[in-house]
């Protein structure tokens, strides 16, 4: 707890605030800093501790799509609703994708009117299932950015070791550089600085967000998740900007390396292959932004197993994707906290407690 605790100690927190502010007193900015924090646990955590009531005006966060469960779009949930209504297929996923909706229903209305939906606290959780359910199809929704990959791609290792022919994924997972880069290329956004995701970091290494300082000239530190991590990296990035510099920071350093987990990126380099492209709720296509089973692995692709076939899903016009860009804040959204609320979610950003509206919701309504 100790570790802990020293990221959360109020003075130290005071203090940073303070070297916050002679920062931004030296750089003297003509309209608020826009610092983008790309991951949904930065969004949590900024909001859990009040950061954004700590700091100055000059600084705005922007809450970008860093959130799996709130960048799930329809057309995957509706996948996964056709699945779990199967009668032979048991359908486990992680809580939060329970929630998000999907143009006929919700897993977890799915799951009311019969299905039988699971939540499981790990891939290996489904695998588990499926060694005792032999008689019954167990399909994992394999969601989430490069954190969780190496996690299911090890899962897929141990269903092939152990020939467990019952158990197959729905595999939605997807990138975050591929991502970034989308919204770097928005000709209407300009960003000041990012604050990069640490865990992303912590698989694939903080060389990855190299490209941001170097290609697009935006400060970015990778950070922690804590009140101080977050602080001190934004003190880093304005460090930054007050000495006319661009440079890619590892604020994270008790985690993260420059080349990430050699074991973890093995993982997913043995069982995933880059897809051409991937959509995003509310951020559209995205070129390479996704991956899926290499060939070697077919026969753990759900999809494959049950001829699906995704057809993009009819989407009601909604600003979610102007929030995930920092155009627009939660509140300026005409249904937040009217139509769209947490118990019942109109777009993805009210779904899980790391999305931007959500967050809003709960730590400002
Ligand atoms: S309030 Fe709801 S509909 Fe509006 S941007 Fe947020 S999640 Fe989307």
């Known amino acids: 707890m100790q570790l802990v605790d020293e990221f959360r100690d109020p003075a130290k927190g005071r ?40 700091l100055p005006e000059a600084v705005e966060w922007v809450h970008g799509p860093g959130c799996p469960v709130c960048v799930l779009p329809r057309e995957r949930v509706d996948a996964a609703v056709e699945m779990a209504r199967r009668p032979e297929v048991i359908f486990t996923s992680f809580g939060d994708a329970l929630r998000v909706p999907g143009s006929a229903g919700s897993l977890r209305e799915a799951g009311a009117e019969g299905a039988d939906v699971r939540v499981v606290y790990s891939p290996l959780d489904a695998l588990e299932i499926a060694r005792r359910h032999p008689d019954r199809e167990v399909v994992f929704f394999a969601i989430g950015f490069e954190t969780t990959m190496p996690a299911t791609a090890l899962t897929v290792l141990r269903a092939e070791a152990e020939e467990i022919p019952n158990f197959s994924l729905l595999c939605h997972h997807i990138t975050t550089p591929a991502a970034v880069r989308a919204i770097l290329d928005d000709p209407d956004l300009s960003l000041d600085g990012i604050v990069a995701p640490g865990h992303v970091a912590s698989v694939v290494g903080a060389d990855t967000f190299r490209f941001i300082p170097t290609e697009y000239r935006v400060p970015t530190v990778v950070s922690g998740f804590e009140p101080l991590d977050i602080l001190q990296s934004l003190w880093m990035v304005l460090g930054q900007l007050e000495a006319g510099k661009c440079r890619l920071e590892n604020q994270y350093r008790r985690v993260v390396n420059e ?77 937040f906290g009217g139509r769209c609320r947490p118990e019942a979610p109109l777009g993805a950003l009210m779904v899980s407690s790391e999305g931007a509206c959500a967050a809003y919701f709960r730590y400002t309504a």
């Not at 002679?22 to 991951?39: D, K, T, V, Y």
């Not at 043995?270 to 559209?284: D, F, P």
């Open 259 to 335: 080349q990430g987990s050699r074991a973890g990126r093995a993982a997913i380099e043995r069982v995933y292959e880059l897809a051409e492209h991937s959509r995003w709720r509310g951020l559209g296509e995205i070129d390479r932004s996704g991956v899926r089973l290499r060939p070697n692995y077919a026969r753990f692709d759900a999809e494959r197993r049950f001829g699906l076939v995704s057809h993009v899903a009819e989407e009601e016009a909604l600003p979610c994707g102007e929030v995930l860009k920092g155009r627009l804040k939660p509140r300026q959204c005409p249904h």
């Open 15 to 54: 203090a940073l605030v303070e070297a916050i502010r002679s920062r931004l007193e030296a750089i003297a900015p003509a309209r608020p800093l826009q610092i983008m924090e790309f991951c949904g646990g930065h969004t949590h955590a900024i909001f859990r501790y009040g950061l954004n009531q700590m």
